[in-house]
């Protein structure tokens, strides 16, 4: 092994076969980490994985392969970003949005402390601000409103009194509405860019709940993934939490005009009864721009048109249904039909 080699930090990418968390761990590689990546693939691809990083197909709830993966490796750095991020669908999965994004958060933590890593980076939401509180900011008071949210914040807090206690460096981020190339947007409760582009693709009206007037701002995937990456060499951001992402809102009827335009289609749409989820949700995101340099580049309507060109070359995905819902009480008319599909009529 080469003097180089030694000196390159070992960083654990968790759901680094999903989304963002392809991103990073494609970001880390880049800057010259040796890099392990955990994923049960629930909602990520195997061939996601950037090349170079090895893969374990597994589970942040299986403890054993976790402690079995810090004593191989003595991660410097933990980037945690494996989660079922669906905020509401939560509200009908309660043990299993606790089990993944809390008890699975506690052990790499645990871990993480037992193995002396340098900074263990986790993805939070904003979710945990709830609703009223705009534009959100880091000082604010969280107060969030649906179990996804709960679950992150507590993973937030669980961070500091391991950072109080023993000393663990963290960084925390609250990103929104990320979209981009390998999100999985066969997904049909959660990535609402997604969903609508796959609804064309699979020539079906772009379903919209409620009036669409509700807010997001969108952020490409551009703008957050590689700073997390090089947030754990940046002493600044230790023990901070950063909102980071887009600062333009823009309504889920100006999104579905904007994704009709970048496949060059007429907008169709269907309006479903309204949910229950916070009406409008933007953030500010000054600290991040103070402390890791971090604003928006790309807008929203470059960032969906290069997300259309690559799910033309993917093609249209049949959208699953979850399978484990506790709760199938109040849920949007659409889910519950959806689910209704999903069993077979000898089980009904």
């Known amino acids: 092994m080469s003097i180089a ?54 589970s942040v709830t299986d403890e054993r392969l976790v402690a079995g993966l810090f004593e191989r490796h003595r991660f410097d750095y933990v980037y945690h970003l494996a989660a079922y991020a669906a905020e509401g669908l939560s509200h009908f999965i309660r043990r299993f949005n606790y089990t993944n994004n809390l008890i699975g ?10 193995a002396g890593s340098r900074c263990f980076v986790f993805t939070s939401s904003i979710a945990v601000y709830g609703k009223g509180q705009l534009p959100m900011t880091e000082d604010m008071a969280p107060r969030p409103e649906d179990p996804y949210g709960i679950s992150k914040y507590a993973a937030e807090l669980d961070l500091a009194a391991a950072h109080e206690q023993f000393g663990l460096r963290y960084v925390v981020f609250r990103p929104h509405n990320v979209y981009g190339k390998h999100q ?14 796959n609804q064309i693709l699979r020539g079906e009206p772009l379903t919209i709940f409620g009036d669409g007037e509700q807010t997001r701002a969108f952020t490409h995937i551009n703008d957050v993934a590689p700073h997390i990456a090089r947030s754990v060499a940046n002493p600044a951001a230790w023990n901070q939490v950063f909102n980071i992402g887009a600062d333009r809102p823009y309504t889920v009827n100006a999104l579905a005009r904007i994704v009709a335009d970048a496949f060059e289609v007429e907008l169709r749409s269907t309006h479903l009864p309204a949910r229950n989820e916070v009406s409008h949700a933007y953030a500010s995101h000054e600290k991040a721009w103070r402390v890791l340099h971090a604003g928006p580049a790309v807008d929203l309507a470059e960032g969906v048109r290069r997300m259309a060109q690559w799910m033309r070359a993917v093609g249209a995905r049949s959208s699953k249904p979850f399978d484990g819902v506790e709760l199938p009480v109040n849920m949007p008319p659409s889910w519950a039909a959806l689910m209704r599909k999903a069993v077979p009529v000898e089980s009904r």
Request: proline residues 4%; charged residues 15%; contains cysteine.
């Open 5 to 58: 080699e030694e000196h390159r930090p070992s960083s654990l990418v968790t759901g680094g076969a999903g989304f963002i968390g392809s991103h990073v761990a494609r970001w880390c590689l880049s800057l010259n980490h040796n890099v392990v990546v955990l994923d049960d693939l629930s909602g990520g691809f195997a061939d996601q994985v950037p090349k170079g990083a090895q893969f374990v197909r597994g």
């Open 105 to 114: 958060t506690v052990n790499l933590i645990n871990e993480a402390v037992k």
């Open 184 to 197: 999985n947007f066969a997904d049909p409760y959660r990535n609402v860019l997604g969903i609508f582009m």
